[in-house]
């Protein structure tokens, strides 16, 4: 999967965006869903997921990216609040060579702790008990504008 291609509207984030397949949501409203990394790279990884349905954030309309980005912001702020991470890395794939597995537009938010490696791409599965207490705290610390 390079950077050009169709759109496959039957992807793993898209069956989520629709309800067709279940996750731990953090936040959700017109226009992104977040929600729990089930293979996190470390404790606390959140996706943010446009619903704009395209490939990578090269293909989003500027609203859609300005939407998306203040809220990828403001859900980092919330990871802060609740997790106190000494870092947070922000990041985004675009194209199977730099990284993207799953092929609808999405944002990493990824809290590190100081002299802990950060996990593997894709590692294991995390306990889902786990990702609903994080999801929750992280949803209660959101400040909603
Ligand atoms: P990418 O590699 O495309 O930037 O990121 C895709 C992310 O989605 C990976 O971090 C991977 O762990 C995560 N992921 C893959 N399948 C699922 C799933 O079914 N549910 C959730 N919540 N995350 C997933």
């Known amino acids: 999967m390079s950077l050009d291609g169709d759109y496959d509207p039957d992807n793993i984030f898209a069956k989520i965006l629709k309800g067709e397949l279940p996750c731990v949501k953090v936040y959700e409203d017109e226009h992104i869903l977040s929600f729990m990394d089930i293979f996190p790279q470390a404790p606390g990884h959140v996706l943010v997921v446009p619903?704009?349905?395209?490939?990578?954030?090269?293909?989003?309309t500027?609203?859609?990216?300005?939407?998306?980005?203040?809220?990828?912001k403001r859900i980092a702020n919330a990871v802060k609040t609740a997790l106190a991470p000494d870092g947070i890395i922000l990041t985004q794939f675009n194209g199977a060579p730099a990284g993207q597995t799953v092929f609808h537009v999405h944002f990493h938010i990824i809290p590190r702790h100081e002299g802990v490696a950060l996990g593997a791409h894709g590692g294991g599965q995390a306990d889902m008990e786990v990702l609903k207490d994080q999801a929750a705290r992280i949803a209660a610390a959101i400040e909603h504008p």
């Open 51 to 60: 619903r704009e349905p395209v490939r990578n954030a090269l293909e989003m």
């Open 62 to 72: 500027d609203g859609a990216l300005q939407a998306a980005i203040v809220r990828v």
